[in-house]
């Protein structure tokens, strides 16, 4: 039903860019907050940064202010995470999530690496 498929990782060079994309299907996201969270080897899923579908309201986690833009089209149902200026601390597996009051639908994630 609920599905969230992410796509656009890759290998990159240090001060390079990528363009994310999650596809969003199964529901009405109307009301929710979308999210990119990121997972390192053997560490915890971080958040990154997320917005608001209605309003368009976003927020980021400090590491990336700046160098990271989450956007949203409406009437594709699609998620965007535009990450500029990479650094090699931003590898990680990469995942679109939703959330109404938490985040219960998450994406299988897709694979960043930036190299130094």
């Known amino acids: 039903q609920v599905q969230l498929v992410e796509s656009g990782g890759g290998l990159v060079q240090a001060g390079g860019s990528l363009r994310l994309s999650c596809a969003a299907s199964?529901?009405?996201?109307?009301?929710?907050?979308m999210g990119w969270w990121r997972q390192a080897p053997g560490k915890g899923r971080e958040f990154v940064a997320q917005i608001s579908w209605s309003s368009g309201t976003t927020s980021y986690a400090d590491s990336v202010k700046g160098r990271f833009t989450i956007s949203r089209d409406n009437a594709k149902n699609m998620v965007y995470l535009q990450m500029n200026s990479l650094k090699p601390e931003d590898t990680a597996v990469y995942f679109c999530?939703?959330?109404?009051?938490?985040?219960?639908?998450w994406g299988q994630g897709t694979r960043v690496t930036v190299a130094s």
């Open positions: 999530a939703a959330a109404n009051s938490n985040y219960n639908y």
């Open positions: 199964g529901r009405t996201f109307s009301t929710y907050n």
